[in-house]
């Protein structure tokens, strides 16, 4: 068996076939990315958290499933600023095991919650635009709260085993908090580590590019949204509205899986692989591609986490009129004007 080095799991080995590379840099890289997170994440989820449970009157599905969102990414900076200290501190846990293991857990429930939270976002909004007579009768208030567990439970169960994997290990006078596993369940791990990469992040990534591909033809179609319409709606703007809200909801979402889970996942995929190979069959993986697969990971860890700063601005930019809950921003529309935007916006 070969042993791949580095300062997260360096220990000792008999075979002559061994990596050993530098990885320093996370120790500026992490904590600094963390704290701009910490920071910016923190102030807008906040803001979204008044908004949405102080300002909004009625909630709708979608209400639903962004609070869920926003709770999700909140409770995950909260641990921030442990991951902080450690990394700055240069790989030396200060805590017990048990709370690197709920650290450790925080970090991919909020990744894979994120994920399936703006799944349920994502679907709502296509189910209304393309089948919008029946979703009044599929969406509901209830219904969403049905789903908001189902998906918490879901997440709970396929992340407890990062509770056994990660574990903590005192090296040359320093105690690692791993963020993957111990060399010796590296095999276990890289097991489930696909299998949850495949259920909750490319199944669910392969869906909502369908779903968006039919939600932008059927936006393209000349006339949508004015069906069944009077003809004093139809001078309104309210189809063309909830169009452009449609269009950034597509954009911002698309943009939390381009920047910051489709990076992750491929370089901690490629990653995960190399190493396996290399403990197998040195000759196949050179040190170098192992160390550029390592690089490319570590780089990628904070985009991961930038999604707690994506996640409010979908809320805000594509939300339910979420800048009208503003107290300063509180404007009186007429009875027609919402009769005209309720047909419309209503199941959204």
Same mark, same amino acid.
């Given at each position: 068996?070969v ?6 799991t360096?220990?000792t ?10 990885d320093?840099f996370k120790?500026?890289?992490l $904590?600094? #990315?963390?704290?701009?997170v910490?920071?910016?994440?923190l102030a807008?989820? %906040?803001?979204?958290?008044?908004? @949405?449970? !102080?300002r909004?009157?009625r909630w709708k ?11 999700c990414d ?6 921030l600023?442990?991951l902080?200290?450690?990394y700055a501190?240069?790989?030396?846990? $200060?805590? #017990? ?6 650290i450790?857990f925080?970090?991919? %429930?909020?990744?894979?919650?994120? @994920?399936? !939270?703006?799944?349920?976002?994502s679907l ?15 969406v ?7 789903v908001?567990?189902v998906?918490w ?10 509770l056994?994997?990660s574990r903590t290990?005192?090296?040359n006078?320093?105690r690692i908090?791993?963020d ?12 489930y580590?696909?299998?949850v990469s ?15 591909s039919?939600?932008?033809?059927k ?9 069944g319409?009077?003809?004093e709606?139809?001078?309104g703007?309210?189809a063309q ?5 449609s269009?950034k909801?597509i ?6 899986f381009m920047?910051c889970?489709l990076?992750?996942?491929l370089?901690r995929s490629l ?10 069959n ?9 160390n550029?697969?390592?690089?490319a ?5 904070p ?6 700063c ?6 805000f930019?594509a939300g339910q009129d ?9 404007k009186?529309?007429?009875?027609k004007a919402?009769?005209?935007s309720q047909n ?5």
């Open positions: 068996m042993t791949v080095y580095n300062n997260e360096n220990q080995n008999s075979s002559a076939y061994y990596c050993r590379f530098d320093s120790y500026i890289l $904590p600094v #990315s963390y704290t701009l910490f920071v910016i994440g807008l989820n %906040a803001t979204a958290l008044y908004v @949405i449970v !102080f909004t009157k599905p979608s209400t639903i499933y962004m609070f869920n969102l926003t709770v909140t409770l995950y900076i909260f641990t600023p442990f902080i200290f450690y501190d240069k790989n030396d846990w $200060p805590f #017990s095991e048990p709370f690197c293991k709920f450790r925080l970090f991919y %429930a909020n990744l894979y919650g994120s @994920i399936l !939270f703006l799944s349920c976002i709502h909004r296509f189910v209304g635009i393309c089948y919008p007579v029946r979703s009044l009768s599929w509901s208030v209830r219904q969403a709260r049905l908001s567990v998906v439970t879901c997440v709970l169960f396929c992340q407890a085993p990062v056994y994997f290990r005192d090296v006078s320093v908090c791993h993957t596993t111990i060399p010796e369940l590296f095999d276990d791990f890289l097991i580590s696909s299998v495949v259920l909750m992040f490319a199944l669910p990534f392969v869906v909502l590019m369908v779903c968006y039919l939600m932008v033809r936006l393209l179609e000349p006339g949508w949204g004015f069906e319409r009077t003809e709606e139809r001078g703007l309210t509205r909830f169009k452009q809200k269009v909801m954009i911002i979402v698309l943009a939390a920047l889970f990076p992750f996942h370089t990653h995960y692989i190399f190493r396996y190979l290399r403990q197998v040195p000759a196949q993986i050179s040190c170098n591609l192992l550029s697969s390592n690089v990971y570590k780089i990628t860890r985009l991961a986490s930038a999604n707690s994506v996640d409010p601005i979908l809320y930019l979420a800048r009208s809950n503003f107290p300063k921003r509180c009186l529309q007429s009875p919402k009769t005209g419309l916006t209503t199941k959204l």
